[in-house]
């Protein structure tokens, strides 16, 4: 059984910064892809990342390019996403998914879900 937590939402102001925290048990990942997604209220999810849970080359959405970024402790089975110079529409709840196809943007492509951590930015 494959279990992911996700920790570190919160309330900020836009222009400040949260490190969510994804972290795997249940079985190894190495060659598994990590999606981070999220879903605003009144809205479908939405791709955010995708990279290699053990490594390897990330995928940015357009909308966090240059503002989040992806760092790993294998040793811990964690994967964080620092989020910088957030913005009130990046309002939402955050998951982190694991698949087995690389590079997958889609939700449907993940087995394994978190169950989400809010993000809130107000303006």
């Known amino acids: 059984q494959v279990q992911l937590v996700e920790s570190g939402g919160g309330s900020v102001q836009a222009g400040g910064s949260l490190r969510l925290s994804c972290v795997a048990a249940?079985?190894?990942?190495?060659?598994?892809?990590m999606g981070w997604f999220r879903q605003a209220p009144g809205k479908e999810r939405e791709f955010v990342l995708v990279t290699g849970w053990s490594g390897g080359s990330t995928v940015y959405a357009d909308s966090v390019k240059g503002r989040f970024t992806i760092s790993r402790d294998n040793a811990k089975n964690t994967v964080y996403l620092q989020m910088n110079s957030l913005k009130p529409e990046d309002t939402a709840v955050y998951s982190c998914a694991l698949g087995s196809r690389l590079f997958a943007r889609t939700p449907t492509s993940y087995a394994y879900w978190g169950q989400g951590t809010q993000v809130t930015v107000s303006s």
């Open positions: 249940g079985r190894t990942f190495s060659d598994y892809a």
